[in-house]
């Protein structure tokens, strides 16, 4: 049996997960589950798999699991803050860790199962996003395993020579093409986009997400984010990484040969197709998707973005070509400029706007350790708060 630890088990990707897991349960045993503060959402999985442990990040939520889950005569040691993170990510039970935590909250659990030498089922961005040279040092040195989960990272996988590592000019392969849907507004005017509303933003046309990453679907942050992501996965560089607007998201994303060969990956679009891959890699398992049917598909367009439109992923090239902080100060930016959103305290167009003048605010340092990555994400939080403050 494979021990697996959930990283935000309560989240589309942790229930997704759970689902595949639930599968197969001749193969995989749950042995932590891990959420905020929905204890509603916890308690109800920790009733289903009986896990060794469950962890809060909100202490007073945990102390109300651990009651319910006493009332109730389950045995499950309940943890608390980052450092029961940590020990779930890290401890010889898990064998897997899927890390599925969103935003910079997930960077510390998730370094900790790299140390610690776990197959790592990457769909936390944020840790190679924020922190992509010291955890993929980290990677190395811990004898992990890094099975990527965002749908187009692992199509890129999927379509990958096996020796990529060696250096992708190497293993003769010219460019990496991450797809997007273009979210939905892809249509819509510039002058449109200045009254978007929070819950048109999170209607997505294509996948069932969270309403953070569906903002940021939205303003293809999301995307941005991914080229970053693609760059530490791949060992590449952005020059090499072209995003495709393919509205239909029928191809996850594809790579291109140096002999003019292209390899796509397609299926229908559902988190638990790569999510299945990588439990099984090398092997395949049953997901629960339905089988494309291409026929009903009929059609697959394309077009390259428009950098106007979507200036955060303009704003994402301009910082991984920076390099160091830089996008560490880019991610924390727009955490706090879609939280603002989301909350009414920021129009739809403003969260580029706040984010570029947090990045003039802040030249990005060549210094990578963990304090200073800490520092600058805080420091970028604070300056992004003052700025959206000075605009209403």
Known sequence: MIGLTVLGSTG???????????????RYRVVALTANQDV???????????????????????????????ATGLTINVLTGVEGLEHVAAMSEADYVMAAIVGAAG????????????????????????AGELFMRAVDQGGAEILPIDSEHNAVFQCMPGDYRRGLDQVGVSQILLTASGGPFRTL?????????????????????????????????????EVIEACWLFHTTPDKVQVVL???????????????????????????????HALAWPERIASGVAPLDLFATA????????MERFACLRLAYQAIEAGGTCPAILNAANEIAVAAFLD??????????????VLDLMP??????????????????????????DRV
């Open 299 to 306: 059609r697959l367009d394309f077009e390259p973005p428009n």
């Open 246 to 276: 393919h509205p239909q998201s029928v191809i996850h994303s594809m790579v291109a040969y140096t002999d003019g060969s292209v390899l796509a990956q397609l299926g229908n679009p559902d988190m638990r197709t790569p999510i299945a």
């Open 364 to 389: 990005g340092d060549g210094n990578s350790d963990l304090n200073t990555l800490l520092a600058v994400d805080h420091e970028a939080r604070i300056r992004t708060e003052q700025l959206i403050r």
């Open 40 to 70: 509603d959402g916890l308690f109800e999985q920790c009733r289903r798999f009986e896990p060794d442990y469950a962890v809060m990040a909100n202490a007073d939520a945990a102390q109300s699991l651990e009651q319910r889950l006493q």
């Open 12 to 26: 589309s990707i942790g229930i997704s997960t759970l689902d595949v897991v639930a599968r197969h349960p001749d």
């Open 344 to 357: 009414g305290k920021l129009g739809f167009t403003g969260i580029p706007e706040v984010i570029e003048s």
């Open 189 to 225: 005017s510039l002058d449109q986009l200045q009254d978007v509303t929070p819950d048109q933003a999170c209607a997505h046309p294509n996948w069932d997400m969270g309403r953070k990453i569906s903002v940021d679907s939205a303003t293809m942050m999301n995307k941005g984010l």
């Open 107 to 130: 960077l510390l659990p998730t370094l900790a199962a790299a140390k610690a030498g776990k197959r790592v089922l990457l769909a936390n961005k944020e840790a190679l996003v924020v």
